[in-house]
């Protein structure tokens, strides 16, 4: 396990290789241009543009791999896990991830200063899209297009580092370097850890192999992101510690987290017009987090559709003992997961066009077993 000092280290060290490349495109001048060709850049197997900056080819070529221990068994594990869960990974990401990151007060911050970051719509389907294309089939092999995402992640990590630090508007003696590597940690182990958590809050039954084979992916992916593997824990049980020692422990009130998370509430509530299921959205996330980070978040309370969510787990998890025999019991468990994979997902936008796609073999095997994502045309913010 990692010393609390070196923990407190991380707050101080941000992405050498990133940063070193958008120091060189900011001073140079080319950030738009290389955005530009960054946008068509998706694929693991796709030629390196002739037309980028040396700095930024280098960068992509040193961080063009999986790390070496990364086994291919269980990766492929983890997807058959994702293929079967997928839609209540995206629920859970949807109703209490989001939240849990908002309710780093520092964390909070640094997206509320940051332009863009701070749209919800953004965040979400950023995020989506990560996750999507990290649990693809062969994701970080040939046919891929996690590599790119990582890589494009980073960068865009560097330059956020690089506006706060640079705007006046971050004390980095007192506060850390924005976007930290002790950030990032936090962040893994709440998409990870902390969504196996809320999936089992909202009845979905999670084998440990199966959430020991998720995390793995994670800690793949953390690597990949830069993150000092010395850092992340190896099993999940010290993950779960780390989680409750670093994150849940760091999680607190603050102004910028609570206008976050009402910003992300309104987001899910278009997704319900009408007032008849005004409330819901709050219910959920209120089921799938810790009441106290609820309250610091000011979550709103419904007596009413608190009932109706708590009882809805309690039905799921009577249905997932017929998940198997049951066709109803499968609509019931992917419907809320449909609601961000699906053709609802077209009701998240404030006018900014961000596409997410869900990987071919994803989508095929979901429409094989009739999940409801894969019955729309690839969902797309427009």
Not at 123 to 133: A, C, D, G, I, N
Not at 233 to 249: F, N, Q
Not at 347 to 365: A, K, M, N, V
Not at 367 to 377: F, R, V
Request: aromatic share 6%.
């Amino acid at each position: 396990m990692t010393s609390t000092e070196a923990l407190e280290a991380l707050k101080f060290q941000g992405d050498p290789q990133a940063d070193a490349v958008i120091a060189d495109l900011v001073a140079s001048g080319r950030s738009r241009a290389v955005n530009a060709v960054l946008a068509h850049f998706r694929g693991n197997d796709q030629p390196i543009p002739e037309e980028l900056p040396e700095s930024v080819r280098a960068f992509l070529i040193a961080t063009d791999n999986p790390p070496a221990w990364a086994d291919p068994r269980r990766l492929a594990r983890a997807y058959e896990f994702f293929v079967d869960d997928g839609v209540h990974v995206a629920s859970v990401l949807t109703f209490g991830a989001m939240v849990n990151c908002y309710a780093q007060p520092r964390a909070a911050r640094a997206l509320t200063l940051t332009h863009g970051l701070n749209q919800p719509h953004r965040r979400l389907s950023e995020t989506s899209q990560f996750v999507l294309s990290m649990m693809g089939r062969d994701a970080f092999g040939t046919g891929g297009g996690f590599v790119p995402a990582v890589q494009k992640t980073r960068l865009i990590h560097a330059a956020v580092r690089h506006l706060l630090t640079t705007s006046g508007r971050w004390d980095v003696a007192a506060d850390g370097v924005p976007v930290c590597q002790q950030d990032m940690l936090g962040a893994l182990l709440i998409f990870s850890v902390q969504v196996i958590e809320g999936m089992r809050r909202i009845g979905i039954s999670v084998t440990e192999e199966e959430a020991e084979d998720y995390y793995y992916v994670w800690r793949v992916a953390g690597e990949m992101l830069g993150i000092p593997a010395s850092a992340v824990p190896e099993s999940l049980a010290e993950a779960r510690d780390l989680s409750a020692t670093l994150v849940e422990a760091a999680y607190g009130p603050s102004t910028e987290g609570a206008a976050l998370t009402r910003d992300l509430l309104a987001l899910y509530e278009r997704l319900f017009p009408g007032k008849v299921f005004d409330g819901i959205i709050a219910a959920m996330v209120r089921q799938v987090v810790n009441p106290e980070v609820a309250d610091w978040m000011r979550v709103p309370r419904s007596r009413a559709w608190g009932r109706v969510v708590r009882t809805g787990t309690r039905l799921v998890r009577l249905a997932e003992g017929a998940e198997d025999s049951s066709e109803l019991a499968e609509a019931v468990l992917d419907r809320a997961g449909a609601l961000l994979l699906g053709g609802s997902v077209r009701t998240l936008t404030t006018g900014q066009s961000t596409t997410l796609t869900i990987p071919t073999d994803l989508r095929e095997r979901w429409a094989a077993a009739g999940k409801c994502p894969a019955h729309s045309p690839e969902p797309t913010l427009t």
